[in-house]
């Protein structure tokens, strides 16, 4: 049953996205290659620690009746996450904000649009990782308490915040007035509760294959991580301090697990 406190649970990353993306009424210029780097960083961090604590130590947890095999789940899950999002890279036209090659099927599309689809792309499987943790809360069989679904959904609202200042303040940079730059931010990150919700509900149906959907989201975030957000805080200079905000993130978003799990 789909409560009142998973719907909130489904709507707090999209909060997050939503106060990024203010920034652009009060901050004037791009952020600089800093603190791009910083907020990368950071977001890379709690999206491993997310992946890590609250999806794959839950899938395994569950398949614990496997004894050796237990990661058996858990491991083909994280697999099939990584192909899904593989083949959505490629079949979909897309740019990353700091690259001025396309990837994916050639388009006429605008730049903008492109760095547009790249976001709302990889917001995928963040939203589909709120929704497993909490259709394994609902269940009651993944032994995911109401305050580690929180965490999670947290975590993911503070990675979502400098997310959605990198999205809209580029944008009022390249033209956009400040009200279409905010727009596009916020609805970057629409598909989160969107996919949230149509995974808590398919998994209602698929209680069985819990370790499968836990697993298959970190694999999604983490081709996100690995595929975007680590090479754009680590190119260039200054890649030291990417590093240090990936710790933070993933010492803030591991306590949070460990303190409301």
């Known amino acids: 049953m789909i409560t009142r406190e998973v719907i909130i649970g489904l709507l707090i990353p999209l909060i997050g996205t939503a106060a990024g993306s203010f920034c652009v009424y009060f901050m004037k210029k791009e952020l600089n290659d800093k ?14 620690a997310a992946s890590v604590w609250s999806l794959l130590i839950p899938a395994m947890e569950q398949s614990a009746h496997l004894d050796k095999w237990a990661f058996l789940p858990a491991a083909t899950g994280f697999a099939v996450g990584i192909a899904f999002l593989l083949f959505l890279d490629t079949v979909t036209p897309h740019m990353h904000m700091n ?90 990150g629409a598909v989160e509760p969107v996919f949230g919700l149509l995974t ?13 959907t836990l697993s298959f989201a970190a694999g999604a975030m983490m081709y996100v991580v690995v595929e975007e957000l680590i090479p754009e805080m680590s190119s260039g200079h200054h890649s030291n301090i990417g590093v ?9 978003m591991m306590a949070l697990d460990v303190a409301l799990g």
């Open 35 to 48: 603190v791009q780097k910083s907020l990368t960083g950071f977001a890379s961090g709690v999206m491993t």
């Open 99 to 188: 690259s001025d090659e396309p990837e994916g099927p050639s388009s006429s599309l605008h730049k903008t649009m492109m760095m547009l689809l790249a976001v709302t792309l990889h917001n995928i499987p963040e939203g589909m990782a709120v929704g497993v943790v909490y259709a394994g809360f609902i269940s009651g069989s993944a032994e995911i308490t109401a305050g580690g679904a929180l965490a999670l959904a947290l975590g993911i609202a503070i990675q979502n915040f400098p997310e959605g200042a990198i999205i809209s303040m580029p944008l009022h940079a390249q033209g956009k007035s400040r009200t279409a730059a905010f727009i596009d931010g916020v609805l970057s």
């Open 200 to 212: 808590v509900i398919a998994s209602s149906f698929i209680v069985s294959v819990m370790p499968y």
């Open 244 to 252: 240090v905000m990936f710790s933070l993130g993933f010492i803030l």
